[in-house]
């Protein structure tokens, strides 16, 4: 029996063959390794969503009351840039706010055949550094609290009542434009002194007759210092 020739060729291609198949069956497992762990992932996604959410959701809240705070605090700064810390009322600074408001307000009512002006009374305490001297600031103090309080409690409405300095204190009121200032300044005074009890000097300036809510506070000044060198000082 001969032996029979090897074919070369023939071999290679069936070796071939069987490296290409087993290639492509390894790269079809890879391609269900690769998709069942993509599906695996999304899986996993889709179960730990809901958690995820809810701490984004405790996230924002935090957030939210963080920026709520801030928001308060800077509320509770510009009220304290507006207040007196001592007695509770505006300062100079609400003082000047509120009469551009009021002199807008009186404005607007003139124009609609209705005038109005803006009159100041301003108090000054008399004695309060006697007062601080002789029995300390304490007793002072005391003293400024107690007549903020009645400047609270008699002022009306349309009256806004301010500390503008340390004894210096104003209210301030929208007037009909032909009510006399004087009158209306002693009847306010008078009202007010009635229940503080405390000696003042007062003075009253109406913005009609000054420039501007400064001018106003310096005229009305003025007056009190001649009721104060004319001994008219009001006491109770």
């Not at 060729?9 to 063959?17: W, Y």
């Not at 079809?28 to 701490?55: L, N, Y």
């Not at 801030?70 to 509770?88: C, P, S, V, Y």
């Not at 002006?117 to 103090?141: E, I, P, Q, R």
């Amino acid at each position: 029996m001969g032996i029979r020739p090897i074919d070369i060729n023939g071999e290679r291609q069936r070796r071939s063959a069987a490296d290409a198949s087993a290639d492509s069956a390894a790269g079809v497992s890879r391609r269900m390794a690769d998709a069942a762990k993509r599906a695996g992932s999304g899986i996993a996604t889709f179960a730990t969503a809901p958690f995820k959410i809810k701490e984004l959701r405790r996230d924002l809240e935090k957030k939210e009351v963080e920026i709520a705070e801030k928001d308060g605090t800077i509320r509770e700064l510009q009220r304290d840039a507006r207040r007196d810390r001592m007695t509770g009322l505006g300062n100079r600074n609400a003082f000047y706010d509120a009469t551009a408001r009021m002199v807008q307000g009186a404005e607007n009512r003139s124009r609609r055949g209705e005038p109005r002006d803006v009159v100041a009374v301003y108090f000054d305490l008399d004695g309060l550094k006697k007062a601080n001297d002789t029995y300390g600031h304490a007793t002072g103090d005391a003293l400024l609290r107690r007549f903020s309080g009645s400047l609270k409690k008699m002022t009306r409405s349309g009256e806004e009542a301010f500390r503008i300095g340390g004894d210096e204190f104003v209210i301030l009121a929208v007037v009909r434009d032909d009510a006399p200032a004087r009158l209306l300044a002693d009847k306010i005074a008078q009202r007010v002194l009635g229940a503080a009890r405390i000696s003042v000097s007062y003075g009253y300036a109406a913005l009609s007759e000054a420039h501007g809510a400064e001018g106003m506070i310096k005229l009305a000044d003025s007056r009190m210092y001649e009721m104060k060198q004319a001994c008219r000082t009001v006491h109770r």
